[in-house]
């Protein structure tokens, strides 16, 4: 089993709609990272959480650290949004070195 | 300011061959992490370079080495190649301020 578990790996959706994705992670964690990967490989740090909820946008990820789960929404999604998001978190017990989930490609069509 | 830059963008090596991948952190970071990520999956950790010196190392072979300079750019170093090695190899920079950078990465192919 992976320390950092992402779902649905896939996800489809329309022009518009509202979008969830969620990572469970298994340790103890001191933040937990949501990225964007495009297509070509260039990584984009869109959020850093150790608690609560942050929004940029229409980007909103929130944590909950008693529950070990955090989620990733889309808001009035469009198809520039269409990449591959990754949960990632920085063990406690192994300082500043991430441990990624598998990734959820993301495409949103017009 | 220039963020996390990376070099070569793309690299084809034979079996066998030795391979080296060079990483420029983002100012005022001072923290190198090198991963692999291989198609369809998430980035895998191998090693991580603070002070000039290996502080971290992920479950990869010795056949994996690196370096640190005193301007904290860093090499990866794959010795042997193998078809298996065949991946992205992504660079992330990082202080314990300013959090995480990665660059665009360096795909690697083996034939």
């Known amino acids: 089993k992976n320390e950092v578990e992402q779902s649905p790996q896939n996800l489809t959706a329309q022009e518009g709609e509202f979008i969830t994705i969620n990572c469970s992670y298994s340790v103890g964690i001191s933040a937990l990272h949501w990225l964007q990967q495009h297509p070509g490989g260039g990584i984009v740090s869109l959020f850093m959480?150790?608690?609560g909820k942050k929004k940029h946008g229409r980007l909103i990820a929130t944590i909950n650290i008693q529950e070990k789960h955090s989620s990733l929404h889309i808001t009035a999604s469009h198809p520039r949004d269409s990449a591959v998001y990754i949960c990632?978190?920085?063990?406690?017990?192994?300082?500043?070195?991430?441990?990624f989930g598998e990734g959820t490609q993301l495409t949103v069509n017009p | 300011d220039a963020g996390v830059t990376q070099s070569p963008t793309h690299l084809i090596k034979t079996r066998g061959q030795q391979v080296t991948l060079r990483c420029s952190p983002k100012?005022?970071?001072?923290?190198v992490s090198w991963y692999q990520q291989a198609l369809g999956q998430g980035p895998q950790f191998i090693f991580q370079y603070y002070e000039e010196e290996e502080r971290q190392r992920g479950n990869f072979p010795d056949r994996f080495s690196g370096h640190q300079f005193p301007n904290y750019s860093s090499e990866l170093n794959v010795n042997a190649l193998l078809l298996g090695d065949s991946a992205l190899y992504l660079c992330?920079?990082?202080?314990?301020?300013?959090?995480?950078?990665f660059g665009s990465g360096t795909r690697l192919t083996v034939v």
């Open positions: 959480l150790s608690s």
């Open positions: 990632a978190v920085d063990e406690e017990t192994s300082g500043s070195r991430l441990t």
């Open positions: 992330a920079s990082s202080s314990w301020i300013y959090g995480y950078t």
């Open positions: 100012s005022g970071h001072d923290t």
